[in-house]
Nanobody, 124 residues
């Protein structure tokens, strides 16, 4: 059974950190370009970060550059999103997804397989 499962979300104060995990089962995640997306209430889903297959490239949306880091652990078949200096505007449901494309993309329509999401709330 093919699955992507996100975890690591929660409630954190502004300025705090969280690390999200995206664990794959049923396939080797390193073979695929993997993206992190987020969707806040009333807003469209947006691409946050992406890591190409075999770590050949990465992408960050401008609003998270210098604060978020995407990485892989192939032994654990997992992609991580380390989020630092969190702001209230980072509050959203975060999703991971994989694409058949080789290069990173921030566009939702390029990703065919999605996890169920994990809630991140940044609030004092």
């Amino acid at each position: 059974q093919l699955q992507l499962v996100e975890s690591g979300g929660g409630l954190v104060q502004p300025g705090g950190s969280l690390t999200l995990s995206c664990v794959a089962s049923g396939f080797t995640l390193d073979y695929y370009t993997t993206g992190w997306f987020r969707q806040a209430p009333g807003k469209e889903r947006e691409g946050v970060s992406c890591i190409s297959s075999s770590n050949s490239g990465s992408y960050y949306v401008d609003s998270v550059k210098g604060r978020f880091i995407i990485s892989r652990d192939n032994a654990k078949n997992t992609v991580y999103l380390q989020m630092n200096s969190l702001k209230s505007e980072d509050t959203a449901v975060y999703y991971c997804a994989k694409t058949e494309n080789y290069y990173c993309s921030e566009h939702v329509f390029n990703y065919a397989y999605w996890g169920q999401g994990t809630q991140v709330t940044v609030s004092s």
